[in-house]
């Protein structure tokens, strides 16, 4: 950010901040003199985007703009709590056979993807064939997908063979041979069949940011290019994009009549007001939506107070003080008409521990003490009452909350701080100072050096400030791995990274897909402790199969006692999300598992203050 700009920013946010803002009221004036301004929600990620290839990802904030590209067959009701699943692109709701191996699925006739040179001048229909290619895709070794080990679970039959014959043969993926697991019986008709068993299925078919519809020839036209050009069928299409600084869309012209459809609980105030205010609006509301990349908290939340933003994406820690004492919007923000939305995320954040790694991996007592020892002496508490400001609750284990496998009653030691129990593991295997610096050393004598991957921005300090005095407390050196959040992501996939600590958030109300952090084929994706335990993948199997209830309850707390026995993650907490609003921004509301909600909020313009 240019310096003229942020003092001008931090100029109107004092102002702001101290004396309230005026509202002038605008000049009357008649259509024909003066169009409708269009409606435009800005705001800012935190992190950079990696592209918009739905088969590559696994980053939140790329995912947020393909989540409003492209288009799964079902999506999350906006305002049911608890969760509903709804039609997208589907013509209803799925047929599903009695042991859940069959899903037969009716697409909507007269639904279009975006024009684009791939399609040659002519209007390209989405069908039923669409979907089978772009489920393919994650199996094509060429695409690298990191979401494989997901679309592999489900067990399409003969979808994990194709993948298997072009990676014996080292010739590319052969989208042309039909398989029983992945059929379009017509035009519109959808089938899938599966090895297993699969209850909730229906939650992977209602994940647009990754399993949105694309079209093969865009696909075959952009095949070197297909992170930048996204086309889909979704309510929005990309206009401009500047790596790692601006991303924007526009509202597609072409989207089909959809109109603002939920069913909030009866007691859902805030949630039926909402429904009265839209039910039978056309979506999306708005015209567009632009995009600013602003790692460092203090800009990104001057821009938010200043009126540059009309959303802002999750308070930063250092101004939770200032924004909501108490957990309450400050009188002063509350008086210019700001919104405070708060609830308990779905998400962790954890510090995968590299099970390959030659200082700290490995299943030995010797390794599995280190790992302990490490974890008893992460001051959680005191995480969340500095950094987090209190924005967060200790956690058990990787399950998060509102999915299944979460209990709220559950107490692992994944939450313990204890520096003298810390100190005597580490003297009980042998890592004691043997050379006299002070510091510990290895059993065999070499130099014990824990090094930290981290970002080199503000907020990352703080937590890099902890880490040194938390390994230091146990006398253990720490030093730091400095790189972009990109780029350390794609780091830890290639196991080359000793620790990290990052955050995910869950995508269905099934606690099962935190569990992939920890799943043996996941190496490579999600599993970045690339741990391996044949006890722990079965639970994970069987968990697949089984419906809902008590045994499934069961089977998730042995698979938590796992995690806690090896300790190849550390799941530090569980966050509180605090997302803020200008006045003129109406109807957001923070989906629980989706990433999903331009199109079911509107800006009113008349609520802005003239400049």
């Known amino acids: 950010m240019k310096l003229s700009r942020f003092s001008s920013l931090l100029a109107r946010s004092v ?3 101290g004396l ?5 009221v605008p000049a009357l004036a008649s259509k024909a003199e003066a169009p409708a301004s269009p409606k435009v929600l800005r705001y800012a990620f935190q992190v950079a985007e990696t592209g918009f290839d739905p088969v590559q990802l696994s980053d939140t904030y790329s995912r947020i703009i393909t989540s409003h590209i492209f288009e799964a067959l079902y999506s999350y009701d906006y305002l049911a709590r608890p969760i509903k699943v709804r039609p997208l692109t589907a013509a209803g709701m799925p047929e599903v056979s009695a042991d859940f191996k069959t899903w037969t699925i009716r697409i909507q006739p007269g639904i279009y993807f975006t024009d684009d040179p791939a399609f040659k001048g002519k209007r390209r229909e989405l069908v039923a064939e669409d979907y089978v290619y772009s489920y393919k895709r994650f199996a094509d070794p060429a695409s690298k997908s990191p979401s494989w080990t997901t679309v592999g679970d489900f067990g399409l039959i003969g979808l994990n063979e194709l993948r298997e014959q072009a990676l014996k043969t080292k010739k590319p993926f052969n989208y042309e041979q039909p398989i029983e697991g992945l059929r379009a019986l017509d035009r519109y008709t959808l089938q899938f069949k599966l090895k297993e068993s699969r209850p909730r299925f229906l939650y992977g078919l209602a994940q647009s940011d990754l399993f949105g519809a694309v079209a093969r020839e865009v696909m075959e036209a952009y095949a070197d290019r297909s992170m930048e050009h996204p086309v889909g069928t979704g309510p929005f299409v990309l206009k401009d994009w500047r790596r790692s600084s601006r991303i924007v869309l526009e509202k597609n012209p072409a989207y089909r009549e959809r109109y603002y459809e939920a069913e909030p609980a009866a007691d859902d105030a805030e949630g039926q007001a909402l429904l009265t205010r839209f039910k039978g609006r056309r979506i999306p509301m708005i015209d567009r939506v632009e995009i600013a990349i602003i790692e460092e908290s203090q800009p990104r ?3 938010f107070v200043g009126g540059e933003h009309d959303l802002l994406d999750r308070v930063p820690p250092e101004f939770v003080n200032v924004a909501l004492p108490k957990g309450k919007l400050a009188p002063n923000l509350a008086q210019r008409g700001l919104q ?7 998400e962790s954040a954890f510090t995968f521990f590299n099970l390959e790694d030659p200082t700290l991996g490995g299943y030995n007592e010797e390794r599995v003490a280190l790992r302990r020892a490490l974890s008893l002496a992460l001051n959680i508490e005191r995480e969340i009452n500095g950094v987090r400001r209190g924005q967060a609750v200790p956690a058990q284990s990787m399950v998060p909350p509102h999915t299944s496998g979460y209990d709220a009653a559950y107490k692992s030691t994944n939450s313990d701080f204890d520096i003298p129990r810390a100190k005597a593991l580490l003297d009980l295997y042998g890592y004691v100072d043997k050379d006299g610096d002070g510091w510990r050393d290895m059993p065999d004598g070499s130099p014990l050096v824990i090094e930290v991957a981290t970002q080199p921005d503000a907020l990352s300090r703080q937590y890099d400030e902890l880490w040194q005095r938390n390994f230091g407390a146990i006398n253990i050196r720490t030093k730091f791995f400095h790189g972009k959040w990109p ?9 080359k990274l000793m620790l990290w600590m990052l955050a995910e958030s869950a ?4 606690g099962l897909n935190s569990m992939l952090r920890l799943y043996g084929p996941a190496i490579g994706s999600r599993n970045y402790a690339r741990f391996k335990s044949a006890e722990f993948d079965k639970i994970y199997e069987q968990l697949q199969v089984m419906p809902d209830g008590p045994e499934r309850e069961a089977l998730f707390l042995q698979a938590k006692r796992i995690q806690a026995a090896f300790v190849p993650e550390k799941t530090h907490v569980h966050r509180i999300i605090n997302d803020m609003s200008q006045a003129w921004v109406i109807g957001y509301r923070r989906p629980l598992f989706s990433n999903d909600f331009w199109h079911f909020i509107d800006i009113d313009n008349s609520l802005k203050p003239s400049r």
Request: charged share 15%.
């Open 340 to 346: 405070l939305f708060r609830v308990m995320g779905a």
């Open 20 to 24: 309230g803002l005026c509202l002038a």
């Open 507 to 510: 995508t269905s109300p099934d």
């Open 487 to 495: 780029e350390q992501l794609k780091q830890a996939r290639a196991g």
């Open 15 to 17: 102002t702001a901040l």
């Open 301 to 303: 939340w001057l821009s």
